[in-house]
């Protein structure tokens, strides 16, 4: 960069936060070394999150960092000098507003990172704290954490009074849990130093307190506070945990949290509270998510009927060893369930599992939710009759977002959803599109109710296409005439093919759909 042009990109501070905030992180560093105004503006930016706890680490002079394989992932071992030396770790500190202990984007999961004297660090952090602005901690390992020990040791290091949000959920394996006394001791440290603690992601299951202890200490610590009186005196707006906090003995401590906006629940449920509850116990509610292993868990929580306010709900039925069926009959208990306990409900996902695909007969289970004023619909891990499509869209005449990554269709069958108004972005599979299966454009009139719709999402991969692209771009436009984009959301394996030349057809087939877009509203 000329001396010239780096002296006026200087004078603008918004120009040069812009630049820093856009680009990737190498040319971040180098952005670094320019001049002192481009670090004093640069620095809080490329500090301001942080992932990989070893990454802030290495700051340290003299750490150690040996990373070691663990089966599909690897263990990081981090060793401190005796006496540390935080003077270059104080420069960048007080930049980092969140920090993720466990990096998400390295090509290798790493679920487990150590800190073999982690005395040091936390001994440092009791009496002068470490990041003082600290506003989010996660600690999100991929599949899930081997020794509690871990993630305790790691959260009482970086817990602070400025933090508003914790995490601790796998990001994959979404019902591992943490044991039931390690959660508690960790929940009663973040109430004494996280006095403004809005979102908390903390799952236990409620059977881990019959666990036998190693010693009296950890035996102690989830009984006084509990756990749950330790939760209901959190000012929390989100909050995702372990389902036994519906339990009877537990749910005093729902009722108090009046300011909840965002409930996520997380394992198996038991009896249902001996209580009658008030649909609008919880006033600010508008979203609720439910991931359980059994469907019957997920009916009973809803059968509390304490969620009169959602607006948006999510289930998942994950890890469904236990053998039940589900049928049609299952299917419209739930529906109709979700009609009368979420009268107002907007958005809807119902996620059948990966490890339990769903072939549904008859789109009639869904009819109950024709009832509710749904703007957005995702179906997953379910298929439906293609005879019976039309009735399945006719229940969500109001959508704007309808998602069935599951349901294959010929390319013929998409002008189906060309009747619904207000779609603008769908989500469905296709069969290989060869020359012999691409229609012919369909004609003006027909495509009048369409023309909201912008983006269509493809559950396949490009290059599974064998036909010229123009064309295709062409008989798209025809259905939707104000599609913006195409997305492809899954690929063949590594080993079947060549990404960039994916990357390439998606481009192109954009591209022309822009081009022919421009055209022909050029002629109207």
């Known amino acids: 960069m000329a001396d010239s042009s780096r002296t006026r990109v200087a004078q603008i ?3 040069l936060r812009f630049i820093h905030r856009h680009a990737t992180p190498g040319t971040r560093t180098s952005l670094l070394q320019v001049s002192r105004s481009f670090f004093s503006t640069g620095a809080p930016i490329m500090w301001e999150s942080v992932e990989g706890v070893h990454n802030l680490l290495r700051l ?3 750490t150690a960092i040996v990373a070691s394989a663990m089966g599909i992932s690897y263990k990081l071992i981090i060793t401190l000098p005796s006496a540390p030396d935080l003077s270059r770790f104080n420069m960048y500190a007080h930049y980092i507003r969140k920090l993720e202990i466990y990096c998400p984007n390295d090509s290798a999961s790493s679920d487990s990172i150590t800190l073999t004297n982690w005395m040091v660090l936390s001994a440092h952090s009791r009496a002068h704290g470490l990041l003082p602005n600290l506003s989010q901690l996660s600690l999100q390992p991929t599949y899930g954490w081997d020794d509690d020990n871990e993630p305790f040791i790691w959260a009482r290091t970086f817990m602070s009074s400025s933090l508003t949000a914790i995490h601790f959920v796998a990001k994959v394996n979404r019902r591992h849990s943490m044991t039931f006394p390690t959660a508690s001791t960790l ?10 603690l809005h979102k908390l992601s903390l799952v236990t299951l409620e059977q881990h307190m019959a666990q036998k202890h190693s010693n009296l200490p950890t035996a102690l610590t989830f009984w006084d506070p509990s756990y749950y009186e330790s939760l209901s005196s959190l000012p929390l707006r989100e ?3 372990g389902a036994s906090l519906l339990l009877p003995d537990n749910i005093y401590a729902l009722t108090k949290l009046q300011s909840l906006e965002r409930l996520e629940l997380h394992g198996d449920y038991g009896l249902p509270t001996r209580d009658t509850l008030s649909p609008k116990m919880l006033p600010l509610l508008n979203t609720l998510i439910l991931v359980a292993a059994r469907w019957s868990d997920v009916i009973g929580i809803l059968k ?3 969620y009169f306010g959602v607006k948006s709900l999510e289930i998942c039925v994950a890890e469904n060893y236990d053998g039940e069926v589900l049928d049609g009959a299952v299917i419209t208990s739930l ?7 979420c009268p ?3 958005n809807l996902e119902i996620d059948c599992g990966d ?4 072939s549904l007969e008859d789109v009639s289970v869904f009819q109950a939710l024709a009832g509710l004023p749904l703007r957005s619909v995702c179906l997953m891990n379910m298929s439906f009759p293609r005879s019976m499509l039309v009735r399945l869209l006719s229940f969500f005449p109001l959508a704007s977002t309808i998602k069935m990554p599951d349901c294959l269709l010929n390319l013929a069958e998409l002008h189906y959803f060309s009747q619904l108004p207000n779609l603008v972005h769908l989500a469905i599979d296709i069969f290989p599109v060869g020359v012999s299966t691409l229609p012919q454009t369909l004609q003006s009139d027909s495509i009048k109710a369409a023309l909201n719709f912008q983006v269509l999402e493809i559950a396949s991969s490009p290059t599974n296409l064998s036909v010229d692209l123009s064309p295709l771009a062409r008989y798209l436009l025809s259905i939707w005439p104000n599609l913006r984009r195409v997305i492809w959301t899954e690929g063949r394996g590594p080993e079947e093919e060549d990404r960039e030349i994916s990357k390439v057809i998606a481009n192109a087939l954009n591209a022309l759909i822009s081009t022919h877009r421009l055209i022909s509203n050029a002629n109207r």
């Open 13 to 15: 501070p918004e120009l």
């Open 60 to 62: 340290i002079p003299n």
């Open 187 to 196: 929940l009663r440290h973040a109430v004494s130093n996280c006095p403004n």
């Open 239 to 241: 909050l995702c945990c």
């Open 304 to 306: 509390l009927n304490v």
């Open 335 to 341: 529906t109709t369930l979700i009609t009368s306990c």
């Open 344 to 346: 107002t409900l907007i």
């Open 355 to 358: 490890d339990y695909y769903f």
